[in-house]
């Protein structure tokens, strides 16, 4: 799937040295990596909701098919990369069938309930031996 992404952000530097441009650049990546995988996730989301099977089953009942949005842009959740901590939103559905509601951007991404830092980023901080 493609996905066009736009970045504007506003950045104040004093000075134009490595150390200022690097300082600025590493409190500008947490922002820029955490509105990406908002993008990201949101517009995969997006995509799956509008098809007839989705990716995720109803925790109670089973249905892959009928699901209403509840929220897109709701309370964030925490995720640790090897570029440091995020903030992405939690999606929320709610199933047609039973009315379970439930969370969907973990899901997405493949990582496991309740876990700030998923197996990936500890397998690739593994590899980079820190």
């Known amino acids: 799937m493609k996905i066009d992404y736009w970045v504007n952000f506003s950045i104040d530097i004093q000075e134009p040295t490595l150390k200022a ?9 947490p922002i820029l990596l955490s ?20 990716p ?11 699901f209403i949005w509840k929220t897109r842009g709701g309370k964030c959740m925490e995720l640790l990369t090897i570029f440091g901590m995020i903030k992405i ?29 998923p197996r990936e980023t500890v397998r690739k901080l593994g590899l980079l031996g820190i």
């Open 56 to 66: 995720f089953s109803c925790e109670e009942c089973g249905n892959r098919e009928e």
């Open 89 to 117: 939103p939690q999606l929320q559905v709610k199933c047609k069938r039973c009315g379970h509601r439930m969370y969907i951007t973990r899901r997405l991404l493949g990582v496991e309930p309740r876990k700030k830092v």
């Open 21 to 29: 441009i690097t300082k600025a650049y590493f409190q500008l990546l």
């Open 35 to 54: 509105d990406f995988f908002k993008k990201v996730i949101v517009t995969f989301a997006q995509y799956y909701m509008e098809r007839k099977l989705k």
